[in-house]
């Protein structure tokens, strides 16, 4: 979970909010699904609120500016999914050829709540990352500069909300690459559509199917729910990602490298003298 510093409005409502989470449910409140839902849900409020308040009452733009187009919302949501969750059997399958991915289920764990739950933190943490990086400021570095400088300034700003998870040596220089390229599929995704949808559906597609539904860790994080699993992964790190898991290793980068081609391929852009009505 990333957040701003306390210096910001947005920064600050989460840390109270990060703060009374810790009061309720103890220093390992991150470990209860049902504080954790609450939380995400909470902090997504919070972006969510912060956002719609500088585009329509500071920058008196429509709320279409911030990505948050009404048509094809559930449509793009759904194929962003879709994709998320097809670009992951990518690294999957290339750890399989290796011998590093063997099928080795253990649902026993399993339960409706068990994987909805874990879904939805994953799915309201979504929200949270685009919303800070694909939302209000790529449209401000996009509209006064170019859609090339806004995708290289957000990704690194994506690269820096995982950081923590990233001092792992080479797995987390790997991790940072993964970050970058998976940044740029989500770029590419909302310039061609100019809204969130598709990059939302793409980033839920594959951190739902890295953990809540594989049981695999998801940049470090386990949100497996109840430590079901669908493949047991061993082998070198470089491959494997370690710790980090399947985003932390070379067959990990093939992922959102396929995403990039399969966005650019099937979403064609806008015609450039629209581009500006967006934020009018």
């Known amino acids: 979970m990333k957040f ?54 500071v920058d008196r733009r429509a709320l279409k500016t911030l990505g948050l187009n009404r048509g094809k919302a ?19 399958a290339i750890l399989s050829v290796g011998g590093y991915a063997q099928v080795q289920p253990y649902l026993s764990p399993y339960n409706l709540s068990g994987i909805l739950l874990p879904l939805g933190i994953v799915f309201f943490n979504v929200i949270q990352q685009e919303l800070l990086v694909r939302s209000y400021m ?26 923590g998870a990233l001092s792992h040596g080479a797995v987390g220089l790997i991790g940072a690459a993964n970050l970058a390229l998976a940044s ?22 594959w951190n739902g199917a890295l953990g809540p539904v594989l049981g695999l860790s998801v940049t470090g994080a386990d949100l497996s729910g109840g430590h079901a699993q669908v493949f047991a992964i061993s082998g070198p790190a470089l491959w494997t990602g370690g710790e980090l898991g399947v985003e932390g290793g070379l067959a990990g980068l093939a992922g959102p490298t396929v995403g990039i081609l399969i966005v650019w391929v099937l979403f064609r852009p806008r015609s450039p003298d629209t581009a500006g009505r967006d934020y009018q």
């Open 4 to 57: 701003q510093s306390a210096s910001t409005p947005r920064g600050s409502q989460q840390l109270r909010v990060l703060f009374s989470a810790q009061k309720l449910g103890g220093a390992d409140w991150f470990k209860d699904p049902k504080l954790r839902i609450r939380l995400e849900c909470a902090l997504a409020a919070a972006a969510l609120i912060a956002l719609v308040f500088m585009a329509i009452l």
């Open 74 to 92: 559930l449509s793009g949501l759904i194929v962003g999914t879709l994709i998320g969750g097809a670009i992951l059997l990518v690294p999957i």
């Open 138 to 163: 790529f449209q401000e570095l996009w509209q006064k500069y170019s859609a090339a400088l806004a995708t290289c300034v957000t990704t690194v700003i994506f690269v820096g909300l995982h950081a």
């Open 184 to 205: 740029l599929l989500l770029s590419v995704a909302y310039v061609r559509t100019r809204a969130l949808w598709l990059p939302v559906g793409i980033h839920f597609g």
